[in-house]
């Protein structure tokens, strides 16, 4: 943590400050509650199970938002070596080094990974409901 309470860039660990990660947790929630709306009717009404699949992609955008929130780092930033620890929505700084550059791209891809298996965990649970 910096000393203004916020965190600070740590290579591959942390590359968002708090305005940042509320946005994630945000995006998290709409993706939630989208996967619901989605979810629900599919369910209820009968249609075909291959259209069950689509919930994939808003419970992929819920997993990504909670996922990135929890670990204070954005995976779009990792994999474009970016920072941004001052207002959400302002220019992110980049990073040069190599070495750090190289542990945000591991870290990226693996909160990508981490929601795509709970993307596959979910949308075979609602691939498996009667």
């Known amino acids: 943590m910096a000393m203004n309470g916020q965190p600070a860039y740590h290579p591959g660990v942390c590359n968002i400050g708090d305005d940042e990660t509320r946005l994630r947790r945000n995006l998290g929630w709409a993706g939630f509650a989208a996967a619901l709306l989605f979810a ?3 369910i209820f009404c ?3 199970r291959g259209v ?4 994939a992609i808003p419970v992929f955008i819920a997993a990504l938002g909670f996922i990135q929130a929890k670990m204070h780092f954005c995976a779009y930033f990792g ?11 302002a ?3 980049a990073i040069w080094e190599e070495r750090l550059r190289a542990l ?6 693996r909160i990508i990974g981490y929601a795509a298996a ?3 965990a979910v949308t075979a649970v609602l691939w498996l409901l009667p």
């Open 40 to 42: 629900a009717p599919v």
């Open 104 to 109: 945000d791209r591991r870290q990226a891809w």
């Open 91 to 93: 220019t992110p700084e």
């Open 46 to 48: 009968g249609l075909p």
């Open 79 to 89: 994999l474009r070596s970016l920072v941004n620890f001052r207002d959400a929505g």
């Open 52 to 55: 069950r699949l689509f919930v």
């Open 118 to 120: 709970v993307t596959a």
